[in-house]
């Protein structure tokens, strides 16, 4: 470590104790303060790891934190990024947070990475694996359409060539460009083959080599499946790996085989066996057995504003984290398994790192979500709450079922008054942010976890 690189860590690791001692910034800050020093630190820093990288549109946190799991399973201690600080700065600073070195033993990082951050961080750290979850239209005013993202994630495994890549190979874009790195796919082969075509409003189903529309012989949900073009050879990659049964689903968990092997998590949704199939699939490209792939499984938790269970007085609520329409769409799925009746609260912020641009919300299905609440009162909130009202109101949502108010502090005694035991809460990633500081100030939370 050179002069420059050794000031740099200690100014960084410096701040990161001040930041916990006075419990104020954010987690990148020390990063930041680092960087200042040494723009190249984060090459010094990972030097001694064996690195794997999850980037993708959803499900990057949820994905990394099974990883992490299933590798603290097989080798003990692993150092990953579980707050989701996943820019350039916020990469340094969990490096920084890294603790001693232990004698012998491997050394792992397993890291969320934002897409369009991804070329920034292979310029200093030569993962052995990046994985793409998926790749859905998010975030319009910073990533523009998805084919600019994916050319965003291509420039950085570009400069990695040696890292195999783990894509998701039931969408079409992951296998639609020829790049130098080896590529592991995974997807979905749990039904029989059945010909039949995506939903008209459904990003990316355009054919890459003659642009006709692509069909299908299996679909999960919104573009991906077992896709072909019915024009030409282009179809679905040979899967390493896939699902092979889907045996239930609930609000609360999921049970699956994948390979053949049977599993469950503690958490719900068919998107999440999707996280579960990378991470698998992660493991085994690592020589990691079923047995601690189960255990890890079994280990993975609700994390931060995903499915995260909250008790204000007698009322079980869930978060979830909204912020595009496929994923919207998949909680809503999610939700509709549920057979207890229910209350929501929806947030609808627009802040930078919600995206700025909210017209998503027009794609997303908010007729199904009234439909299956069946005239039950909504809470609406949040900084563009008269959009989301408007949104609620063409998709059949009376006045007298919904409740408007941008007071955050007002949402917890609503929740004991509502006539359901269970709400779930929608909310963008700043509106979870905010709402979680305010169920900390009203005692409701510990900050940082549920009580």
């Given at each position: 470590m050179n002069i420059r690189a050794a000031l740099a860590t200690v100014a960084g690791k410096s701040s990161k104790l001040l930041l916990e001692k006075t419990r104020s910034g954010g987690s990148s800050m020390p990063g930041k303060v680092a960087m200042k020093i040494d723009p190249s630190i984060l090459a010094t820093l990972s030097a001694d790891y064996r690195v794997i990288i999850v980037t993708g549109t959803n499900g990057k946190t949820m994905t990394t934190s099974m990883i992490t799991k299933i590798f603290e399973e097989k080798y003990g201690q692993v150092l990953t990024n579980p707050t989701g600080a996943n820019m350039l700065q916020g990469i340094v600073s969990c490096f920084l947070g890294a603790p001693r070195k232990k004698l012998g033993g491997t050394r792992f990082a397993i890291l969320e990475v934002d897409e369009a951050t991804l070329k920034y961080v292979t310029r200093y750290i030569k993962p052995e694996a990046v994985v793409f979850t998926n790749l859905f239209?998010?975030?319009?005013?910073?990533?523009?359409?998805?084919?600019?993202?994916?050319?965003?994630?291509?420039?950085?495994?570009?400069?990695?060539?040696?890292?195999?890549?783990?894509?998701?190979?039931?969408?079409?874009?992951?296998?639609?460009v020829a790049l130098e790195?080896?590529?592991?796919?995974?997807?979905?082969?749990?039904?029989?083959?059945?010909?039949?075509?995506?939903?008209?409003?459904?990003?990316?189903?355009?054919?890459?080599?003659c642009d006709n529309i692509l069909h299908y012989k299996l679909l999960t949900y919104s573009n991906l499946g077992k896709f072909y073009c019915p024009y030409c050879d282009f179809k679905r990659p040979a899967l390493a790996h896939a699902v092979t049964a889907i045996h239930s689903l609930s609000p609360e968990s999921s049970s699956f085989a994948i390979d053949g092997v049977d599993f469950s998590l503690p958490i719900a949704g068919m998107y999440n066996i999707y996280n579960a199939l990378a991470a698998y699939s992660v493991a085994k490209h690592f020589g990691i057995s079923d047995q601690y792939i189960k255990r890890g499984f079994e280990a993975s938790k609700r994390i931060f504003g995903r499915q995260e269970h909250i008790h204000i007085g007698d009322k079980d609520v869930v978060m979830n984290l909204i912020k595009n329409p496929v994923g919207y769409n998949q909680i809503v799925a999610m939700l509709a398994t549920d057979p207890e009746p229910f209350s929501v609260v929806a947030i609808l912020n627009d802040r930078h790192a919600d995206g700025t641009d909210v017209s998503w919300i027009w794609d997303g299905d908010f007729?199904?979500?009234?439909?299956?609440?069946?005239?039950?009162?909504?809470?609406?909130?949040?900084?563009?709450?008269?959009?989301?009202?408007?949104?609620?109101?063409?998709?059949?949502?009376?006045?007298?079922e919904k409740i408007i108010n941008q007071d955050l502090s007002a949402i917890a005694e609503w929740i004991k008054e509502a006539p359901t035991r269970k709400v779930y809460i929608l909310a963008t990633y700043t509106a979870t942010l905010d709402l979680r500081r305010t169920f900390a100030e009203q005692g409701y939370i510990k900050e940082g976890m549920a009580i």
């Open positions: 239209r998010d975030q319009m005013d910073r990533y523009g359409e998805i084919y600019t993202t994916y050319r965003l994630m291509c420039e950085g495994v570009a400069q990695a060539p040696e890292a195999t890549v783990i894509a998701n190979g039931d969408l079409p874009i992951f296998s639609s790195n080896p590529f592991v796919y995974f997807g979905f082969d749990h039904e029989e083959d059945r010909e039949q075509q995506a939903h008209y409003n459904t990003d990316g189903i355009l054919c890459p080599k007729e199904q979500l009234v439909q299956i609440t069946k005239g039950r009162p909504f809470f609406l909130s949040g900084i563009r709450v008269a959009e989301l009202s408007t949104r609620f109101e063409v998709a059949g949502l009376g006045d007298d």
